[in-house]
Each structure stands twice: as C-alpha cells, then as structure tokens.
C-alpha cells in the first residue's frame, strides 16, 4: 500500500467518523456502517506492510487487525518477546520466527550465538491454541520442543518448517510422526540432526495419510529405509514434494511407481560401479537405473551427484521440468550444455559456475521462461579440470539479452565489466533481487571500478527489492557507493562486501536508501563513527550487521547512534579453525562483528561470553 493510499485511509476516516473515536448525532449510523463494511474488509488484507498502514489509522481498525491476523513473520527472535506478541495477536494461525544473523549459514557468527526457540514454544503451547502452520529459520530447537509441540498442538498443526535449524534428534522427530497426524508438509532441509535411528519416518508412514511435502534434504539422515518413502507415497496420494537425503536412487523405483501425484523431487544418489572406467561405467549405469521412472507429474527435479552416464534418465521428463537443481550434480561445462538444450520450460535453474559462459549463452538461447537463477561457487573451484568452468562478463550480458523474464539473480563471477552491468541494467527489467559475487580467482579483472555499470544497473531494473554487491578492494569507489545509495529507492535489503574508499563514500550512500530495512556489510574501511552516523541517516532501517570495519577498541564511537529500542551487540574479533582447499585444519582471524537492531523487547538476556552487549553506561566515567 503506497502512500497516497494511507492518506485517503486516514482522511476516509476522519471524515467519516469511523474508528468511534468522534462523531456523534447524525454521524453515527453511517460510522457503524462504515465500520462494519472495514470488519468484513480488513480480514482479507495480507500483506504485512498494509496490515501496518491499516492498524494505525485509527483505534479501532488497529482492534480489528489484532483480532483478525492470522500470520506474522519476525525476522529476528529478540525484536520482540513471546509474550507481546500473544497479547497483540491472539488469533494467530501462522508463525515465521528467524533466529541467528543470516551469516551464520557461512560459519561467521559464534555457534553458542543464541536463537533458542524454547521461549516461544511454551508461548505457543499456553496462548496460540489453533497454530497451523509454524516456520522455524536459524533457530535451536531442542527435542523437548518438538515433543511439546506434537503432544499440545499435534492435532491442529499442518505445515511445520524447520529451516537450516539445529539441536534435535530423530527423537524429537519421532513424537512429531507418530502424534501431528494432520501435518501436510514437514521440511527439514540442511539441519542438523542428530540420528538415533529410522523409526521416525516409518511412524510418519504409518500415521500420516494427508502428507504433501516432506523435505530432509541436505541432512545427515542416513538411516532411511526406502520400504518407508514407498508406503508414505502410497498412503498419502496427495503427495506433491519429495526431497531427501542420500538414498540411491535404483532402490526408489517402487516409491516412484507409487507416488503418482509427485511435482517435485529432490536428493537421491547414484554409486558408481567398481572396477570400470569410460564407456564400461556408462553402460553399466544405464543397465542399473534403466527401472528408473519418473511419475507423470514431476516437473521439479534435484538429483544429488548426477553425472553425465545418468543423465538419459533424465530425458524423459527434461522437456516439462520447470525447476532443475545441479548444485550438487558431478556435471561439467559440456554435461550442462547437454541437458539445458532439452529443458524449454525450464524457470528455474540452481547450479555452480561449472556451468561456465558457454552454459549460460546455452540457457540464454534455450530457456526464454528463465525466472531465477542461482550460480553458487564449486567447492573445487580453484583446481577446476574443465578451464571453461567459470563465468564472466560474457555470460552475463548472453543472460541478459535471452531471459528478459529474469526476476532473481545470484551469481559469483571470476570477471566482471561495466558493459555487462550496463547490459543487465537494459534488458532485465523484471530483475527484483540481484546478487554478485568477484571471485579471487583471478588477479586481474578486466574492468574496475564498476561505478558506472552498478549505475546503470540499478537505474535501469526498478523493480529491485533485494541487491548484493561483494567486490574486492578497488571494485567501487566513494562516487559508486554513492550511486547505490542515490538511485536504489525501493531497496529493503542490502549486502555489500568490499566497497567504497572511506568514510565520506559511506556516508553518501545513507543520504539515499530510503527504503533499505536491513543492511549487511563485510570486509569495508569504514570507522565505528560513520557507521553510527550512517545508521542515524538511513531512517528506514531496522537491522545492521557489519565485519571488518576500523574499530575503536571499546566501541566509544558507536554510541552516536544509541536511541530508545536499539539494541547493539559486539563480537569481538576471534581466531577460528577453519578447513583449508587440502582438508587441513588451519587457524584464521574472524574480524570484529557489529550487531544493531530494533527490538520491542529491550537487551536479551542470554549473552553468551562471545558477545558483549553495548551498554551506554559503561562509558559514563571515561
């Protein structure tokens, strides 16, 4: 809801009387009235940021949005307490809760961070009576929450998301199987769990006829007895998603044959046969997975360690896939050519930069309903056999110009040029959520400083909402910094790694932004003073994180930009052990973090010894 629409909101109001908060006589019929059609009304509103205008015009509408909201997401758990929002919202159906920073995900905040979800279970359990759906992301939970869950609210919960979350174990899971028979999607994707055994998924097999999506990709569940997957799909027909960890896939046949109404799978794996090489494993592999076939219905499609004598069994359903996940495919530049040239509906693509600019112009020629991409780095990247494994300016600007429907946009680049920003800037004009990674790989890159193609990029794609920008020294200077901040007014989230020359660039940048909410930075020249007085300016903002800025030592200099309801934390810099490209253990420096953000809450309360809380007070005396 823009803001013309809030001022007719309010104006409507004001003159109509509606809200009860004025008005009498003649007015009151047509007030009752008029409140009477926004009770009907207001219910159907669901977006969050008009949910927001809606409850601040007038008192009466803000009761009629907290008796009627039935979802909320908190992007951080210590913004708010469980108990606030139990009072605000009592009729809450739907839960997003997000616990550690989003970098924890890349092993850079302290594991005993905090994120504990146990506070706000006990709150759903005591005052959230009718919890549908519950999406827990970066927290720790521990078996003693799921098993309070499953046992208070185990008959009305139906989707239960626990997203990169840790601290549990197949016991935990056990009592979610075999109590939440209404559960319709239970999603586990990259936790980490502890295994006792397999007995949780065979109580979910034998409780559980409604399952839609079961999601336990990317864990280390290895105890997984395909016996399981086939009655689940036999007794579940509406089954749509299945996403599992390392089973080989010759053993799911009979679960393929029964899950008929299956869209979507993804994990699996397939062995190599002992003893062979070249064209013996090839044929081999074809003999073994020859069984193998899809259901009628699938169109999305993640097979984990799929190498190029597997993939004829994939053609088949190539031409109605519509998402194909390689992340973790043992496909090189040419494998990727091979396959993409079959998938014309294909909208969605996950892959590595193995998938080279030869792949891309592939994808550009082929894919022309193409709507996210996401280009990780390969694990292998630095000793990479196949040399046209990397992508560059000229995979960018073949993107460009053939996938005009292109919305997001995640990509790391071994070179980089202003023409290929430029060229995004022009033809991706649907683009809302861009992110750019500059390899080390190479020490020289063709064109630096990016100043002018950041510009054009964002003057040109105006949908954006989400952009990431993470260079290396000399990638943007003080005047590209402050393009970003000119010319980036719908931006709510930033990441930006390696940018800017000094303070004043900084600074620059936060007279623009308007919008930005949160705002991530890593490895920038920028001191603790600019920092405060940036986060001052940037008068949208909710959440900052930076690491590696010019420390004061005792973080004196931040307290510019101390206010009511803004909670600071520091982690200071600490030597961590870290795996080098050989596998060996090797100690590095993790510089200092800084952590703002608005809470409701005050300062937590379960600072562990690797984070200092900036307290104003402490400094009284010096």
Same mark, same amino acid.
């Given at each position: 809801m823009?803001?013309?629409?809030?001022?007719?909101?309010?104006?409507?109001c004001?003159?109509? $009387?509606?809200?009860?908060?004025?008005?009498?006589?003649?007015g009151?019929?047509s007030?009752?009235?008029?409140?009477?059609?926004?009770?009907?009304?207001i219910?159907?509103?669901?977006?969050?940021?008009?949910?927001?205008?809606?409850?601040?015009?007038?008192?009466?509408?803000?009761?009629?949005?907290?008796?009627?909201?039935k979802h909320?997401?908190?992007?951080?758990c210590?913004t708010?307490?469980?108990?606030?929002?139990?009072?605000?919202?009592?009729?809450l159906?739907?839960?997003?809760l997000?616990?550690?920073?989003?970098?924890?995900?890349f092993?850079?905040?302290?594991?005993?961070?905090?994120g504990?979800?146990?506070p706000?279970?006990?709150?759903?359990?005591?005052?959230?009576?009718?919890m549908?759906?519950?999406?827990?992301?970066?927290?720790?939970?521990?078996?003693?929450?799921?098993?309070?869950l499953?046992?208070?609210?185990?008959?009305?919960?139906e989707?239960?998301?626990?997203?990169?979350?840790?601290?549990?174990?197949?016991? $935990?899971?056990?009592?979610? $199987?075999?109590?939440?028979?209404n559960?319709?999607?239970?999603?586990?994707?990259?936790?980490?769990?502890?295994?006792?055994?397999?007995?949780?998924?065979?109580?979910?097999?034998?409780?559980?006829?409604?399952?839609?999506?079961?999601?336990?990709?990317?864990?280390?569940?290895?105890?997984?007895?395909?016996g399981?997957?086939?009655?689940?799909?036999?007794?579940?027909?509406?089954?749509?998603?299945?996403?599992?960890?390392?089973?080989?896939?010759?053993?799911l046949?009979?679960?393929?044959?029964?899950?008929?109404s299956?869209e979507?799978?993804?994990?699996?794996?397939?062995?190599?046969?002992p003893?062979?090489?070249?064209?013996?494993?090839?044929?081999?592999?074809?003999e073994?997975?020859?069984?193998?076939v899809?259901?009628?219905?699938l169109?999305?499609?993640?097979?984990?360690?799929?190498?190029?004598?597997?993939?004829?069994?994939?053609?088949?359903?190539?031409?109605?896939?519509?998402?194909?996940?390689?992340?973790?495919?043992?496909?090189?530049?040419?494998?990727?050519?091979?396959?993409?040239?079959r998938?014309?509906?294909?909208?969605i693509?996950?892959?590595?930069?193995?998938?080279?600019?030869?792949?891309?112009e592939?994808?550009?020629q082929?894919?022309?309903?193409m709507?996210?991409?996401?280009?990780?780095?390969g694990?292998?990247?630095?000793d990479?056999?196949?040399?046209?494994?990397?992508?560059?300016?000229r995979?960018?600007?073949?993107?460009?110009?053939?996938?005009?429907?292109?919305?997001?946009?995640?990509?790391?680049?071994?070179d980089?040029?202003?023409?290929?920003?430029?060229?995004?800037?022009?033809?991706?004009?649907?683009?809302?959520?861009f992110?750019?990674?500059?390899?080390?790989?190479?020490?020289?890159i063709?064109?630096?400083?990016?100043?002018?193609?950041?510009?054009s990029?964002?003057?040109?794609?105006?949908?954006?909402?989400?952009?990431?920008?993470y260079?290396?020294?000399?990638?943007?200077?003080?005047?590209?910094?402050?393009?970003?901040?000119?010319?980036?007014p719908?931006?709510?989230?930033?990441?930006?790694?390696?940018?800017?020359?000094?303070?004043?660039?900084?600074?620059e940048?936060s007279r623009?932004?308007?919008?930005?909410?949160?705002?991530e930075?890593?490895?920038?020249?920028?001191?603790?003073?600019?920092?405060?007085?940036?986060?001052?300016?940037?008068?949208?903002l909710?959440?900052?994180?930076?690491q590696?800025?010019?420390?004061?030592?005792?973080?004196?200099?931040?307290?510019?930009?101390?206010?009511?309801?803004?909670?600071?934390?520091?982690?200071?810099?600490?030597?961590?052990?870290?795996?080098d490209q050989?596998?060996?253990k090797?100690?590095?420096?993790?510089?200092?973090?800084?952590?703002?953000?608005y809470?409701?809450?005050?300062?937590?309360?379960?600072?562990?010894a690797?984070?200092?809380?900036?307290?104003?007070?402490?400094?009284?005396?010096?």
């Open positions: 823009d803001g013309k629409k809030r001022i007719k909101l309010k104006s409507c004001s003159s109509g $009387g509606g809200g009860g908060d004025g008005g009498g006589g003649g009151s019929s007030s009752g009235a008029y409140d009477t059609v926004w009770e009907c009304v219910p159907y509103v669901q977006d969050a940021s008009d949910r927001e205008a809606v409850s601040v015009v007038c008192r009466r509408w803000y009761e009629i949005d907290r008796i009627t909201r909320v997401t908190i992007a951080l210590y708010a307490t469980p108990q606030r929002l139990s009072r605000r919202f009592p009729q159906e739907s839960l997003q997000k616990g550690k920073p989003r970098a924890s995900m092993n850079l905040i302290p594991e005993d961070w905090g504990f979800v146990t706000w279970v006990e709150e759903i359990v005591r005052s959230f009576g009718r549908k759906v519950l999406h827990l992301r970066r927290m720790i939970v521990k078996d003693s929450d799921l098993e309070l499953a046992a208070s609210t185990g008959k009305v919960l989707v239960l998301r626990l997203d990169k979350c840790s601290g549990f174990s197949t016991d $935990g899971l056990l009592r979610i $199987g075999r109590l939440c028979r559960l319709r999607s239970l999603f586990m994707e990259e936790c980490s769990i502890i295994e006792n055994d397999g007995e949780w998924l065979h109580e979910l097999a034998l409780n559980n006829t409604i399952l839609e999506n079961l999601n336990f990709y990317m864990t280390d569940l290895m105890k997984i007895a395909s399981d997957l086939e009655l689940i799909a036999r007794r579940c027909p509406s089954l749509v998603s299945m996403k599992i960890s390392d089973c080989d896939i010759s053993d046949v009979g679960f393929f044959r029964a899950a008929t299956l979507e799978f993804g994990g699996g794996s397939f062995s190599e046969p003893g062979q090489v070249g064209e013996g494993v090839f044929n081999e592999q074809l073994r997975y020859a069984p193998v899809f259901p009628p219905k169109c999305r499609l993640g097979l984990t360690y799929l190498g190029k004598a597997e993939m004829p069994i994939v053609y088949p359903v190539a031409s109605r896939l519509t998402k194909l996940d390689l992340l973790y495919a043992l496909l090189d530049t040419e494998g990727h050519c091979l396959l993409l040239q998938c014309p509906n294909l909208e693509l996950e892959t590595r930069n193995v998938i080279g600019d030869r792949g891309l592939v994808l550009a082929s894919c022309k309903s709507k996210r991409l996401r280009i990780e780095r694990a292998d990247e630095q990479m056999e196949d040399e046209e494994g990397v992508v560059s300016q995979g960018l600007i073949a993107l460009a110009q053939g996938c005009l429907q292109l919305e997001y946009l995640a990509v790391y680049v071994s980089i040029t202003n023409a290929s920003l430029e060229c995004m800037g022009a033809h991706s004009k649907n683009l809302r959520d992110r750019l990674v500059l390899l080390d790989r190479e020490e020289r063709t064109d630096l400083p990016l100043d002018n193609g950041v510009r990029l964002l003057m040109g794609c105006h949908k954006l909402r989400r952009f990431a920008l260079l290396r020294p000399g990638g943007l200077t003080d005047v590209g910094l402050g393009y970003i901040g000119k010319y980036s719908n931006v709510r989230w930033m990441l930006l790694g390696y940018v800017g020359e000094s303070d004043q660039g900084l600074l940048f623009g932004c308007p919008s930005l909410q949160k705002l930075m890593r490895g920038c020249c920028f001191s603790e003073r600019a920092l405060a007085v940036a986060a001052l300016q940037l008068t949208a909710r959440y900052l994180w930076v590696g800025y010019r420390a004061s030592g005792n973080g004196r200099d931040l307290l510019t930009m101390v206010r009511p309801n803004w909670n600071i934390e520091l982690i200071p810099s600490r030597q961590v052990y870290v795996q050989d596998g060996e090797i100690m590095v420096e993790h510089p200092a973090h800084i952590l703002a953000y809470s409701l809450a005050g300062p937590r309360t379960d600072f562990p690797t984070v200092k809380p900036l307290d104003p007070n402490n400094f009284l005396d010096l």
